[in-house]
């Protein structure tokens, strides 16, 4: 469930999911987001959805969750970057919140549509900014100095990340494969 792999830094790892969306108009990719992770979920069983592939790995079910708290931390995280600009941006520890947050016992539906209402709101903002409110940053504790096109073009590539988390489970697990298109 650990956020990187074993041996894998920080830059590493966020290298990796900005690669994902490399090239890609990353606001459309949020945008259709929500859509294909309901395709991904569609048919799953409750069991289904919480079968974890491996002991410390999240489940369909938690990664649904984990998602739907992430775009809440992604949004407190652009409006602070908005109203005081070069704020502290706090990392979490996301094993810890999927515990805390009882992620295993979250119903994914609900954790779908928290997911949908929050990247609908949080895409509203990004398409309001103006150009210059783009480039404003914020220094994350781990990451270092991340500006809002930064955070937004992150967003695009932890989904897709995730999405292919999912269809590994799904494949893995004996599961209908589906894939969500990128």
Known sequence: MALLEPGEAAAAYKAKILGYQAGADFL??????PDKLASLIEGLSA???ARRPAPEKWSIQEIVAHLADDELVGGYRLRMILSSPGTAIQAFDQDVWARTGRYDRTDVCS??????VLRRANLALLRSLRAEEW??????????VESIRDIAMYFAGH????FRQ????RRGGGL????AAE
Do not use: C, K, M, Y
């Open 159 to 162: 989904d897709i990340n995730h």
């Open 111 to 116: 954790s779908l549509e928290i997911f949908r």
């Open 176 to 179: 209908p494969e589906r894939v």
């Open 135 to 144: 480039e404003l940053s914020g220094v994350h504790a781990e990451r270092g």
């Open 28 to 33: 459309a990719l949020q945008a259709t987001a």
């Open 47 to 49: 069991a289904e959805l």
């Open 166 to 169: 999912i269809e590994a489970i």
